[in-house]
């Protein structure tokens, strides 16, 4: 059985424009991420790795190529489908601390499922999932302000920007 394509980049670029200056952050990637498989990307402070990241996830915008998410052709997306794409689909752990301080772990984590709206049991369940494959399920009641909160309660996706390296989880 063939594995699944859940995202998808062609020939993608970001290029950033200083005065007269460009700076090429992202040159002609191609690159295929599996559903249910991790895929780490490496490299050097300042290759582009936040960078591929952020225009993956839909957090910023490419210059020219394309992006895919599950055959749908997300680059292209107005900022109401971006907006709910980035809701529903997608979560991204940021290399900042993006907690709610009075949270524990778990409920952190499920905040973005109750945010989408989605029902109380899925978001419980992903939750408990997502933490026992970060190996913290031990910790579901504990509050750490360090942990990065992620909004994979509600999505199908998450990016893992400097969380123990460059992930991307399908």
């Known amino acids: 059985m063939s594995k699944k394509v859940i995202i998808r980049a062609q020939n993608l670029c970001k290029t950033y424009n ?17 559903e249910g498989e991790f895929t780490v990307i490496m490299g050097n402070s300042g290759s582009g790795k936040s960078t591929l990241l952020y225009l993956l996830s839909g957090l910023d915008q490419i210059t020219a190529g394309e992006v895919y998410f599950r055959d749908q052709r997300i680059d ?5 489908q971006m907006s709910d ?16 301080p009075d949270l524990s772990i778990k409920e952190n984590i499920a905040l973005p499922g109750y945010i989408a709206g989605n029902k109380k049991k ?24 360090n942990f990065r909160r992620t909004a994979a ?16 989880c399908g």
């Open 18 to 34: 200083s005065g007269s200056e460009q700076h090429h952050a992202i040159r002609n990637v191609d690159l295929d991420i599996y």
């Open 76 to 80: 292209a997306y107005s900022e109401s």
């Open 85 to 100: 794409f980035r809701t529903r689909r997608i979560g991204y752990i940021y290399q900042s601390i993006n907690l709610v």
């Open 122 to 145: 899925d978001i419980q369940s992903r939750a408990a999932e997502l933490m026992n494959a970060m190996d913290i399920d031990g910790q579901r009641n504990r509050l750490l302000p």
């Open 153 to 168: 309660a509600s999505c199908d996706c998450t990016g893992f920007d400097q969380f123990t390296g460059y992930h991307f």
